[in-house]
């Protein structure tokens, strides 16, 4: 099997307590059946918390509940992980061990392999990677690009194929909002967001005409590209041209978010946060510009 990585792969590193936006909120944190019996084995005080913090979910899994404030109860105020402080990273399940790296497939042959853009290092690492986004594979020195790649799956693809440039029209603004619209929000949020977006495209379109005017669009290339590559498994059954209409038009969003903010990182998160880790969301995206175009 050929494994595949975006070059800044191998230098990814957790913030943990540096991180201003941990993973360890907003969502219930599945736990395998291993964990689950190590931690209902476990003895002593902390034992007890942790039986006292595992529920069943609808679906019949075992997860961590949210605490008031809507974190992971073992989450401390610094930011860091009572459970890794106290009994170390092997003591963690398989999603807090693995989060937010991926592994995708493509037939038995290739692995695509990355982390997730809701994490605020990856999307920090795609800013500072100098040049444009590249991969490597395991047992070849030379890095090569999305374009590359996509040739050697077959693909007659050329390195203008790849390049983002965002459409900056109100009638590309309309049908990206009704595309997301049907998606299942994230938050409030989310839902006034796009509601903004969805009263407002004038207003939207001169915002990203002049972030387009002194904004570096290098970043925005890149998170095209790795949208892109994320969702290449699909290709087995989705159209090529889809997938990269969904990358498109993510990125779009992202970029009209980013001209609303200033703050390009916060924007791709937050849109990964609700499209990317929720495989439904990306199964309506594609189902939607498989339909509409």
Not at 65 to 75: A, I, P, Q, S
Not at 269 to 290: F, G, M, P
């Amino acid at each position: 099997m050929y494994t595949i990585y975006p070059t800044f792969l191998p230098a990814f590193q957790c913030k943990a307590g540096a991180c201003k936006h941990t993973c360890c909120q907003t969502w219930e944190i599945d736990i395998d059946p291993d964990t689950e019996a190590l931690y209902r084995n476990t003895a002593g005080p902390l034992g007890k918390e942790l039986s006292q913090w595992m529920r069943t979910a609808e679906d019949g899994s075992t997860c961590f509940k949210l605490n008031e404030k809507g974190y992971c109860h073992f989450l401390r105020s610094d930011g860091l992980c009572r459970l890794i402080l106290e009994k170390g990273e092997k003591y963690l399940g398989n999603i807090c061990t693995m989060h937010p790296r991926f592994y995708k497939y493509i037939g038995d042959d290739i692995e695509l392999c990355g982390t997730g853009l809701c994490c605020e290092r990856t999307c920090e690492q795609l800013q500072e990677e100098p040049g444009p986004l590249q991969f490597l594979m395991e047992g070849r020195d030379e890095p090569f690009s999305l374009a590359a790649l996509l040739r050697a799956l077959g693909l007659d693809v050329t390195e203008e194929d790849t390049t983002f440039s965002p459409a900056l029209t109100v009638e590309a603004i309309q049908t990206m909002t009704t595309h997301l619209a049907q998606t299942e929000p994230i938050n409030e949020q989310w839902t006034s967001d796009l509601h903004f977006i969805e009263h407002h495209p004038d207003f939207l379109l001169q915002q990203g005409k002049d972030y387009l005017a002194q904004a570096d669009t290098t970043y925005f290339q890149k998170l095209f590209q790795y949208i892109w590559y994320r969702q290449l498994d699909l290709a087995t059954h989705v159209p090529m041209d889809v997938l990269k209409a969904y990358a498109a038009e993510s990125t779009f969003f992202i970029f009209l978010t980013a001209a609303r903010s200033h703050n390009p990182l916060r924007a791709a998160a937050r849109w990964s946060e609700q499209i990317e880790y929720d495989t439904e969301n990306v199964d309506i995206l594609l189902e939607q510009l498989t339909v509409n175009g």
